[in-house]
């Protein structure tokens, strides 16, 4: 299956998310988590990036960064091949430790900035953890409220901080506020990406389109195709049905087993531009089911060599006709 997307440019904001091989914990205890964060210290040191928020959850995390320079893909790999050793070495075990390559989506500072801010520090809410931001410790949420257990802070949390208010006490407990009105919203940010990669107002979507333009027919990739056009959900569904060869009710009936029906919606996803609540409409559905069926198709097209050519066949038929 084609390889997602690495766009590199100076100046890039991404959010990076990584998983545990299988959904598998990545992170055993406090000490793995403090050993990420001496990793994340070094590099950034190294490679000049700057962190402006993350979260360590158990079997993912989440890392929010500008690249002054452009290289992500060389600090994500330093990143997680010096994790993976230290795992392996300390647990007295050996293989992948991550499921496949890293998730980068670029994002559009401007428009996004202060709400993926949000939806970082949230996770731990949001997954049941705790019942506020401040009560998880393995995310930058403390530095950015002065509470953090850090001698000297490596989360640049300026820029986020300025969009509310001058002064930083002021800009702090506008910030607070601002994350606890999040709390229980379906707010999510991600319902706005785009082609899997890309999150962002439509002038920046545009810019980055214009950056694509100059590759080679070869590196023509399905995140691109998707990027360049819309489909309709109702277009995509009846593709799915003609595939499957269901009836359309049969494919929007919900039930457990009914794969098909989990893949027309990731397809109805990736294939529009449309917000996961709309989406759940045409299946009745919530957008935050939406959201856990991306989740799981996605964990499934890395290790399931029959399902990624049945994505590959119907992308085609999606994108072509």
């Not at 820029?159 to 999510?188: C, D, P």
């Not at 082609?195 to 590196?219: N, P, Q, V």
């Not at 856990?292 to 890395?302: D, M, P, S, Y």
């Amino acid at each position: 299956m084609a390889r997602p997307l690495r766009l590199e440019f100076e100046g890039a904001f991404y959010h990076i998310t990584s998983r545990g091989n299988l959904r598998d914990r990545i992170f055993f205890d406090g000490k793995d988590r403090e050993q990420f964060l001496d990793i994340l210290r070094r590099t950034k040191e190294r490679y000049g990036y700057l962190i402006h928020a993350y979260a360590l959850m158990e079997n993912h995390y989440h890392l929010f960064l500008e690249t002054p320079k452009a290289n992500i893909s060389q600090i994500m790999q330093n990143i997680n091949t010096s994790y993976t050793v230290y795992i392996n070495r300390r647990h007295k075990r050996s293989g992948h430790l991550f499921q496949g390559r890293f998730k980068g989506i670029i994002v559009d500072r401007e428009t996004y900035l202060v709400a993926l801010s949000r939806y970082i520090h949230l996770n731990p809410v949001r997954a049941g953890i705790v019942n506020a931001p401040e009560d998880y410790r393995w995310t930058s949420y403390g530095e950015y409220i002065g509470a953090s257990r850090e001698k000297e802070s490596m989360v640049d949390t300026a820029e986020t901080l300025s969009r509310f208010a001058r002064t930083r006490t002021a800009a702090v407990m506008a910030y607070r506020e601002f994350l606890r009105e999040g709390i229980g919203e379906e707010n999510n940010p991600m319902e706005d990406v785009e082609a899997g990669f890309l999150l962002g107002s439509k002038t920046f979507r545009e810019k980055i389109k214009g950056m694509l333009e100059g590759r080679k027919s070869d590196e023509e990739i399905p995140q691109l195709k998707r990027l360049r056009k819309s489909i309709p959900p109702d277009k995509v569904i009846k593709i799915c049905c003609r595939y499957y060869g269901k009836k359309e009710e049969e494919l929007l009936k919900k039930g457990r087993g009914n794969e098909e029906r989990y893949i027309a919606i990731y397809l109805a996803k990736i294939g529009s531009k449309t917000k996961n609540s709309e989406i759940g409409r045409y299946f009745g559905i919530k957008g935050s089911t939406v959201s856990e069926t991306l989740k799981r198709v996605e964990a499934r097209i890395k290790t399931e060599k029959k399902l990624q050519k049945e994505i590959e066949a119907l992308n085609k038929q999606i994108f072509v006709e």
